[in-house]
């Protein structure tokens, strides 16, 4: 049996950050694991631009609820869905997933949480489990599943690695140049393509 496990922002939803990093006008925000291949890292200094500039969870989340899955994403995940079962698997957390989940159809998701004060501030993050997109690959094909999955960033490869078939979507430059072993797909109709040729041998 075949099982999709894809990321989620990049490969269905546009990047969060990015987008949050539009609205604020603060750059450095615009930093995601397609740049900087340490999590830890970048999430502790987007928390401490948070703190700097006095923004909370509902600033974020006010961003998010005006976010769009990319065109045609929710389509071609629900072509995906008919044929096998998918599992997002997402550095994301619970506190920002739910209005994009909502209008992909909600599919299962696996992300982390964040911390949060009772004023709306985010004191930390905390992973599921460390190389939680690794372990859920490694998990399902314990359970006798042919895994397959889909990535765009850094914090995708091990992920990519541990699994059957391996897909990079839509990478940035450094990326592909460096994991030159993983097919590449541009848009959802070449993804489609190399979906079908490996659930087909």
Request: proline share 4%.
């Amino acid at each position: 049996m075949d099982i999709v496990c894809s990321d989620l922002e990049g490969i269905f939803t546009p990047e969060i950050w990015i987008k949050f990093a539009e609205i604020t006008g603060i750059e450095e925000l615009r930093l995601t694991t397609r740049d900087i291949s340490d999590y830890d890292v970048l999430m502790k200094r987007r928390l401490a631009i948070l703190d700097e500039n006095h923004l909370k969870l509902d600033d974020i989340r006010t961003v998010i609820a005006k976010m769009e899955p990319l065109e045609g994403a929710l389509e071609f995940l629900d072509w995906l869905r008919s044929i096998m079962q998918v599992i997002i698997v997402s550095d994301t957390y619970v506190e920002f997933a739910g209005p994009l989940m909502e209008r992909l159809g909600r599919p299962t998701l696996f992300c982390n949480t964040l911390t949060v004060a009772a004023d709306g501030s985010i004191g930390g993050y905390n992973l599921r489990q460390p190389d939680g997109k690794k372990k859920v690959a490694l998990a399902l094909k314990t359970l006798n599943y042919r895994v397959i999955a889909i990535g765009d960033s850094y914090n995708d490869i091990t992920m990519l690695k541990a699994a059957d078939h391996a897909i990079l979507y839509c990478p940035p430059g450094n990326v592909k140049k460096e994991y030159t072993e993983f097919p590449t797909a541009i848009n959802y109709a070449e993804l489609k393509i190399q979906l079908l040729k490996i659930i087909r041998g």
